[in-house]
């Protein structure tokens, strides 16, 4: 099979000869910090940068380990008067959230609707779809177009903006804007108007240039603590979910591509919903959080929604053997794969304390587990 006829089976839940596998095919599955990938490449005797021309990670690694995935595009970013760039470790986004560098992320040190009411959203200058540079989207359909027709690789389109709650918790503090969400219903319903009035537009623009010629767009907006989600199933279904639905119906209106959603913590209770709006992927499968051990899933879910991920980022990789992984990667396989519905990677970015010769075992241990199964009883 080749990568895309393995990943269309895959999300239909069908029979492949493997599980597709994942590295830096979105900006969710990737390896946090470059000083890893050096050390990578150099324990792979890869000398000098990539000449492949493909942006988003050194090609010679994703061969290395046949990743099916190529990512195009970015969070876009309209001009807007609230954006700038205070210092090397400070700037403001068209949000006007304001973050500072701490070392390796950047964190909030501002928010600007900490203090607001209902009316200050219509005041507020939100960012305008139609200051957002379309050069960019431009190239972003080129590449797109590119990897699709001179390739075979499944082309995944980035998320073109942030999700709902996410942007909440940023502009208003994760504090305020949990408490609206439990005190002041209507401020929060009427402040993701706002977004998803933006969203929409977004979609059009973007979906509109790439639609044709990706096979699947990422989406990402965390619901989850460690040990469950950050609001109740009711409170989700009635202040998100239909933020979500509206959102993949509309871009469903531009493209084919199926719909991954990224969303850390323990989310299972939140599963029926998410699958209710149009999600068709789920990432990344945190296995060290409550009632999401893939088995668990698998169990519960397997045949209506696909699983990525699952790989576990916060112990296993970090702290474990090379072996240790690979026998961590088999059990994964052998709760996940069965009849499709699973993409082999990290559960999460992989961070600068795991050794690189973790990262190496999670795929070999992959192309292992697949290679001594006959045709019939394999995913």
Known sequence: MNYRERFAATINHQAADRVPFDLAGTSLTGIEHASLTEKLKQLLGFAGSDDSGYSKFDERILKYLDIDFRRVGDILEPESPLAGRRSAGEYTDCWGVTRVFTGLYWEIKHSPLKDAGLEDLDTFPWPEPGKIDRRLIDGYREQ?????????????????????????????GFDTFLMKMALEPEFVLKFFDKILAYQKQVIEIYYGALGDYIHLTTSGDDFGTQTGPFISPDMFRELVAPYYQERIRHTR??????FFHHT??????????????????????????????????????????????????????????????????????????DRGGYVLAPAHNIQPDVPPENILAIYQAGKDYFSVRSPEVLC
């Open 253 to 258: 209106k531009f493209t084919q591509a199926a």
């Open 264 to 337: 850390c913590g323990s989310v299972f209770a939140l599963i029926p919903q998410l699958i209710a709006a149009g999600v068709d992927i789920l990432n990344p499968i945190q296995p060290g959080a409550r009632d999401m051990e893939p088995a668990r899933l698998k169990q519960a879910y397997g045949g209506q929604i696909t699983f990525w991920g699952g790989i576990d980022t916060q112990s296993i990789l970090p702290g474990g053997t090379a072996a240790e992984v690979k026998q961590h990667v088999g059990q994964v396989l052998d709760a996940i794969s």
């Open 144 to 172: 797109a177009k590119r990897l699709c027709q001179k390739t075979d690789y499944v082309v995944c389109a980035e998320h073109p903006f942030y999700g709902v709650m996410e942007l909440g918790c940023w502009m208003c």
